[in-house]
């Protein structure tokens, strides 16, 4: 049985570690030093590093975990990413023999050009790095919004019960966007009040869910009529062209 240890870096990153008690593979280690501490007191090898895209607090720890660990980096293509010894696009198969673990890729641009998603189809799970966020996504720092929608389609399209594990805890605060771009969503309203007893208790967000996302989470909503009408009614759109209602919201997010 896989299953997946969360390890907190930084102020607010969530580092992934898959395991099966014996072999383990590191999801973004932006920071070797939790990492190797984790690896340690749970008496894990590590077998493989996966990285989803070239920002320093995903890839930061890779090189000193090499130092310590010969194995295989995988990474996207079209990142610039140093140490990398297996390149991925869309429609590649990450195997690691190892955990008996396959990973489907997707390419989902926005928040950088190259950024990719890993799928364990079989367990259910996503490793969408900063492009889905639990009530949110990542900034466009190089995408543009019509990549960044279409991402996050792809990502809406896997099945309700995958679990999302995303790079940061910036879970309330997207909550709080979310609220106001869609005041009238029970589900949003009571998502809230859950995430927020989570977080008095110090307890993680993440991993949420893609049925959740979808009936809570503004910018994979940017279709619903109801928030689009608020867009164009707010002057923050010109129309209800999901694109355009898309890029107002990321908009409005930068500055909230």
Known sequence: MLSVLTVPAFNDNYLWIIHDGVHAAVVDPGDAKPILAALEAHKLSLVAILLTHHHSDHVGGVSTLLQHFKVPVFAPRKDPIANVTQPLDEGDVVTIPELGLKLSVLHVPGHTLGHIAYVAKEQGWLFCGDTLFAGGCGRLF????????????????????????????????????????????????????????????????????????????????????????????????????????????????NNF
């Open 142 to 253: 190089e995408g543009t919004p019509t990549q960044m929608l279409a991402s996050l389609d792809k990502l809406a399209a896997l099945p309700d019960d995958t679990k999302v594990y995303c790079a940061h805890e910036y879970t309330i605060s997207n909550l709080r966007f979310a609220l106001a771009a869609e005041p009238a969503n029970t589900a949003l309203a009571s998502r809230f009040e859950a995430e927020q007893a989570k977080r008095k208790q110090n307890i993680p967000t993440v991993p949420s869910n893609i049925g959740l996302e979808k009936s809570t989470n503004p910018f994979l909503r940017a279709r619903e009529p109801a928030i689009a009408r608020q867009m164009v009614a707010e002057g923050r759109a010109k129309n209800a062209d999901p694109v355009t209602v898309f890029a107002a919201l990321r908009e409005w997010k």
